[in-house]
């Protein structure tokens, strides 16, 4: 299964900040690979300022089965719509390890295979006049092919912004302190909102080896110290809003249980448990890096990857996880009106709640990248409408806008 790069559904608000100047020129690398040629596919391309060098934008994906020439220009038309939304004033340059794609795109070459053609033309209406393509060694190119790896293992999905002046600590931690504030007229309609602030679990040795890690089906690792320490630092950075929150619910996976219980313990609020925020079931798969299930069970990942409603034997389908996920939403809506709420779930239930939250199409989790300990506020008013408050925010010394390079 190809999903065609044309047609991924993109997570808007990604332009610089509202009275910012842009770069004056920016440089894009790119490149895409193929497990087998054709086989699981998977793209990088990163945006830079090309006088200062630094990484303003990154985009890791996977777009199913295709070729490694179809995966590289995937990740070329990834990188002119970065630089389309985030620097739509500056000169660009390409630079990629692709000969065919190079010299393609440079008009020197011929485009003569029909599958090329499509991904051509569209690459050629997304860069602005005067871009130019630059040959690059593979090894000169390797950040680009880290991000699309990355994505084929499973650890990265969809744009990530990192050259955005970072906020100073405590308007971060205000973002969080608002949201649990009663409305303003006009704005989400009369009534309370029932904010629930949504805090993925630390990391466990599946985490850290990129092994798929399931619900309550598969193995259950607990935390590592180093997921215990990021929970830690997450509470730390809540605790000046203890008082506001009526109660932490946790998916009932171990390492979920966990990560409530330590917030808990920081926060002095008591822990109870809401088997519909489980993380997803991969049946399985269960305990198996991406590579392990490609190499054991490809013509399943390929009908799997970017779908919606295909699961793997023993598992969920995205589907599935949404109906489960909603239906203890609303349980939580029901009991905690009003109130604030800390959930301690996962990645596929947070971005499954983020999508509903906007009214974006379940298609939206593949655009979305989340960390380990992030934190993610989200209200919900009495009139059924939602806001989206902060998304995948990290205690400022792990802050992801704070200078970090991936």
Sequence with gaps: ????????????????????????????????????????????????DADTGAVIAEDGSVIGRATNNVAEYSGLIAGLRMAADLAPDAVVEVRMDSKLVVEQMSGRWKVKHPDMRPLHAEATRLAPPGTTYTWVPRARNAHADRLANEALDGERSGVTVTGIDPEPADSLLEEVQEAAEPPARGWGGPGVATTVILVRHGVTRHTQAKRFSGGLGGDNPPLSEEGRDQVRAAGEWLLPMADRVDAIVASPVRRTRESADLLGELLGVAVTEEPGFAEMEFGHWDGLTFAEVGERHGEELGAWLGALDVAPRGGESFRVVQERVLAGLERLRSEHAGRTVVVVSHVTPIKTLVAHALDAPLEAVFRMELSPASVTVLSWYDDGRASMRLYNALPPARDAFAGASW
């Design 1 to 48: 299964m190809l999903t065609d790069p044309r047609a991924h559904p993109r997570v808007r608000g990604l332009g610089p900040p509202v009275g910012a100047t842009g770069p004056r020129a920016v440089v894009i690398e790119a490149d895409g690979g193929s497990r087998g040629n054709p086989g699981p596919a998977g793209y990088g391309a990163v945006l830079t």
